[in-house]
């Protein structure tokens, strides 16, 4: 069931229920896929679509509901992975492959399935040896080896009101701020950079108030005692998610000394992500950036 859900997107939708059910196989030519499913009180299967595509043709059920309906779509069953291609319907913004844990020929594969519903394409933590396997499947991909992103970058369209503005204490910071600007830059967002203005000279900082004035949103890297995202929140009028990173000597704990200091700032427009998660900050700037 492709044609019904990319028409959502092309056509009014009574007009994409017309389309896709003059498009849509017979139920016993493909596969059953099964999703639970408050309008038919029970699992959705490919003749339950076509019946609300039919009630929508036809007037009896409004668009506005058979959309909601239609978000909660199967997935594709891999056997080692279930690709969520509805995931941008549901939130916004696409599935995004986590490389971490998984064979150089798992993330290819589920990067191949990705790439054939949609033109954008993101892996973090990801390796050399995935990319070259990735690469095979996706030509366009392109490799971030300070983070390990790997990227598929087909559709560069600017959903984001304002720009994302990166920031990072110091060059070491600089990987997990790679992840969070590589990630931004998928989602559709204007993104600039500022790397290594950490306290340790402030006037490094204070020397680009212009830039830090301009940005909608800011991500703040920073390891160490994680001070910066606290000063950053202090000069500015948005919100500043801090990523305290794993850069630091013993009594850092591998980033714990930044979080925890992140977590204390007193400027109430900061708020914090995980260690090094450069990606779920991105990911939370894109939505606060589309507002």
Known sequence: MTADVQGLRRWPLREAASRALRACPSPRAAPACYVRNSLFGSSMTEQKIRELLERVRQGKLAPERALDELRHLPFEDLGFAKVDH??????????????????????????????????????????????????????????????????????????????????????????????????????????????????????????????????????????????????????VSVPVIAVPTSVGYGASLHGVAALLGMLNSCASNVTVVNIDNGFGAAYVASMINRL
């Open 86 to 235: 509805h995931r941008a319907l549901r939130q916004g913004m696409p599935e995004v492959i986590l490389g971490s844990g998984k064979t150089p020929q798992q993330v290819a594969a589920i990067a191949r399935q990705l790439g054939k519903r949609g033109k954008n394409v993101l892996i973090t933590r990801g390796s050399r040896v995935a990319f070259r396997a990735v690469k095979k499947a996706l030509p366009r991909a392109e490799f971030f080896p300070l983070s390990g992103a790997i990227r598929v970058w087909r559709d560069r369209s600017v959903s984001g009101k304002g720009t994302i503005l990166v920031v990072c204490a110091g060059t070491s910071d600089i990987p997990v701020a790679e992840e969070a600007k590589v990630t931004a830059e998928v989602m559709g967002n204007r993104v600039a950079a500022l790397y290594d203005v950490g306290v340790a000279g402030i006037h490094r900082l204070m020397n680009n108030r212009v830039k830090l004035a301009e940005a909608r949103v800011i991500i703040c890297c920073a390891g160490m005692e994680g001070a910066l995202p606290s000063v950053v929140g202090g000069l």
